[in-house]
């Protein structure tokens, strides 16, 4: 079971988030909390917190959009609450999901050796809210958002990657921990290595980056790299696997090595470009800042 919570003015900004891609996304990002155990979810409840200004068509788009994740993913819509807010529109969803218990993969199994795997690309949402945010800060009539449709549609209609977990039960390979990436790479692979008692090394150059969020960051004088490591919100997952399964991890579309678990007096380090050694920080997405 997992529950997640949406705030207007603190998780999204309804001045260029529709509604029913917020419906959309506030579904999804559960599923991919039971998909980051390893599991299947199958039921959500929703709950909102709906001020005055909010019409019954404006709620309805909401719905839409939570329907049809529900309607992609199999998963049933049972039941929630609904009650007045005073403060702008509030989201929380709970989905229960199921797995067999062998299957079911926690934070804390990383071993020593064991590979280090992300799935997708990393810091992309991130830039998708950059281009967002500098659009609308502009005022701009016309926003440009010309050639960046993919930024976009990774931050405001992020996808649960079922796919991923679907290649790798084909290929036989069961991870020995799993999150999905929802506050940014370094913030999670630390918790993995909290949670497992163990260090980790990752490498820059093997950090997947997409064209377009490169681009995007060069133009807005940004790190690309720092996006990737603290911009959060991709809902990609991040795993540990043995390395004995490192044969079968390569025919896996889209799934990247990045790194390996260390002794956990390592620490937790990023290797550059050069060689240069970088302790990992958490800087992405804090729920109290």
Same mark, same amino acid.
């Given at each position: 079971?997992?529950?997640?919570?949406?705030?207007?003015?603190?998780? #999204?900004?309804?001045?260029?988030?529709?509604?029913?891609? %917020?419906?959309?996304?506030?579904?999804?990002? +559960? #599923?991919?909390?039971?998909?980051?155990?390893?599991?299947?979810?199958?039921?959500?409840?929703?709950? @909102?917190?709906?001020?005055?200004?909010?019409?019954?068509?404006?709620?309805?788009?909401?719905?839409?959009?939570?329907? @049809?994740? &529900? /309607?992609?993913?199999?998963?049933?819509?049972?039941?929630?609450?609904?009650?007045?807010?005073?403060?702008?529109?509030?989201?929380?969803?709970? &989905?229960?999901?199921?797995?067999?218990?062998?299957?079911?993969?926690?934070?804390?199994?990383?071993? %020593? +050796?064991? =590979?280090? !795997?992300?799935?997708?690309?990393?810091?992309?949402?991130?830039?998708?809210?950059?281009? =967002?945010?500098? /659009?609308?800060?502009?005022?701009?009539?016309?926003?440009? #958002?010309?050639?960046?449709?993919?930024?976009?549609?990774?931050?405001?209609?992020?996808?649960?990657?079922? $796919?991923?977990?679907?290649?790798?039960?084909?290929?036989?390979? *069961?991870?020995?921990?799993?999150?999905?990436?929802?506050?940014?790479?370094?913030?999670?692979?630390?918790?993995?290595?909290?949670?497992?008692?163990?260090? &980790? &090394?990752?490498?820059?150059?093997? =950090?997947?980056?997409?064209?377009?969020?490169?681009?995007?960051?060069?133009?807005?004088? %940004?790190?690309?790299?720092? !996006?990737?490591?603290?911009?959060? /919100?991709?809902?990609?997952?991040?795993?540990?696997?043995?390395? $004995?399964?490192?044969?079968?991890?390569?025919?896996?579309?889209?799934?990247?090595?990045?790194?390996?678990?260390?002794?956990?007096?390592?620490? !937790?380090?990023?290797?550059?470009?050069?060689?240069?050694? @970088?302790? @990992? *920080?958490?800087?992405?997405?804090?729920?109290?800042?």
């Amino acid at each position: 079971m997992t529950t997640d919570m949406l705030l207007e003015g603190v998780h #999204f900004n309804l001045e260029y988030v529709p509604l029913k891609h %917020l419906g959309y996304k506030a579904a999804v990002v +559960n #599923f991919s909390d039971i998909y980051a155990m390893n599991g299947t979810p199958t039921q959500i409840t929703v709950s @909102l917190g709906i001020s005055k200004r909010f019409s019954v068509e404006d709620i309805e788009a909401l719905y839409a959009g939570i329907r @049809l994740a &529900c /309607e992609r993913y199999n998963v049933d819509l049972v039941g929630g609450d609904t009650c007045a807010s005073m403060t702008g529109l509030t989201i929380s969803i709970t &989905c229960l999901g199921t797995a067999a218990a062998k299957d079911i993969v926690y934070r804390n199994g990383a071993k %020593l +050796n064991d =590979l280090i !795997c992300v799935s997708g690309n990393l810091g992309t949402a991130y830039m998708g809210l950059q281009l =967002l945010e500098r /659009e609308r800060l502009a005022n701009a009539e016309q926003p440009d #958002f010309a050639g960046k449709e993919y930024l976009l549609e990774r931050q405001l209609k992020p996808e649960a990657r079922r $796919d991923i977990l679907e290649s790798l039960r084909k290929a036989g390979v *069961k991870p020995t921990a799993m999150m999905d990436i929802s506050d940014g790479l370094s913030s999670e692979l630390m918790h993995i290595c909290s949670q497992s008692k163990v260090g &980790c &090394c990752i490498y820059e150059d093997k =950090l997947p980056i997409d064209y377009e969020a490169a681009a995007l960051a060069e133009e807005m004088n %940004l790190n690309i790299v720092t !996006c990737a490591l603290n911009g959060g /919100e991709d809902y990609e997952l991040l795993f540990t696997c043995s390395l $004995d399964d490192y044969e079968k991890l390569i025919p896996v579309d889209d799934l990247y090595i990045i790194g390996h678990i260390t002794k956990p007096e390592y620490g !937790c380090n990023l290797i550059g470009r050069n060689g240069e050694e @970088l302790p @990992l *920080k958490a800087q992405g997405w804090n729920a109290f800042d």
